[in-house]
T-cell receptor, first 112, second 114 residues
Framework: DAGVIQSPRHEVTEMGQEVTLRCKPISGHDYLFWYRQTMMRGLELLIYFNNNVPIDDSGMPEDRFSAKMPNASFSTLKIQPSEPRDSAVYFC??????????FGSGTRLTVV | GDSVTQMEGPVTLSEEAFLTINCTYTATGYPSLFWYVQYPGEGLQLLLKATKADDKGSNKGFEATYRKETTSFHLEKGSVQVSDSAVYFCALSDPMDSNYQLIWGAGTKLIIKP
């Protein structure tokens, strides 16, 4: 198995632009999580899905952030419009019944 | 709600030293416990886990024992290497409280000097 695949690995964008991060979970996993990691705030859970349905999005910082999971093999996290304070590493992780997540390599987002 | 507390870092050791990183937790139910490791520039990787009291998780020379009486899951390694330098995260999963979300500690940065 190729593991959890995230794209792009690095993204540099200008303030105000739309950014879309992508994630392909491990086949057969029924949970998908989006995290954000910064030096100041550490690891933050943004949203998670179970069987493609969003369960808890209370960690999404504001309406500029949205996430979708149209099918079991794909999810997106969108930021529109982006701001410099959104600069962080964004991780996607998947799991089966929550017993040990598998993380992707992350997307390092820089908003200038 | 559930929580995980880790010792603050950074922890700096010389190669071949003994390592302990403390982790304690509070939980409503009977959680599973995990240690994850994050090497520079990479995502988090599952290092080891334990699902019930007195279980010992082990991997790559690291060990941790699920101690229900002290609500602890301390990470240990007998002889560290420079390649062990990374950030280590303790976490728990409590189906009764968090619905399979992982509750994370703040992470402990480990620096091993040759």
């Amino acid at each position: 198995d190729a593991g959890v695949i995230q794209s792009p690995r690095h993204e540099v964008t200008e303030m105000g632009q739309e950014v879309t991060l992508r994630c392909k979970p491990i086949s057969g996993h029924d949970y998908l999580f989006w995290y954000r990691q910064t030096m100041m705030r550490g690891l933050e859970l943004l949203i998670y899905f179970n069987n493609n349905v969003p369960i808890d999005d209370s960690g999404m910082p504001e309406d500029r952030f949205s996430a979708k999971m149209p099918n079991a093999s794909f999810s997106t996290l969108k930021i529109q419009p982006s701001e410099p304070r959104d600069s962080a590493v964004y991780f996607c992780a998947s799991s089966f019944y929550g017993y040990g997540y598998t993380f992707g390599s992350g997307t390092r987002l820089t908003v200038v | 709600g559930d929580s995980v507390t880790q010792m603050e870092g950074p922890v700096t050791l010389s190669e071949e030293a003994f390592l302990t990183i403390n982790c304690t937790y509070t939980a409503t139910g009977y959680p599973s416990l995990f240690w994850y490791v994050q090497y520079p520039g990479e995502g988090l990787q599952l290092l080891l886990k334990a699902t019930k009291a007195d279980d010992k998780g082990s991997n790559k020379g690291f060990e941790a024992t699920y101690r229900k009486e002290t609500t602890s899951f301390h990470l240990e390694k007998g002889s560290v290497q420079v390649s062990d330098s990374a950030v280590y995260f303790c976490a728990l999963s409590d189906p009764m409280d968090s619905n399979y979300q992982l509750i994370w500690g703040a992470g402990t940065k480990l620096i091993i000097k040759p």
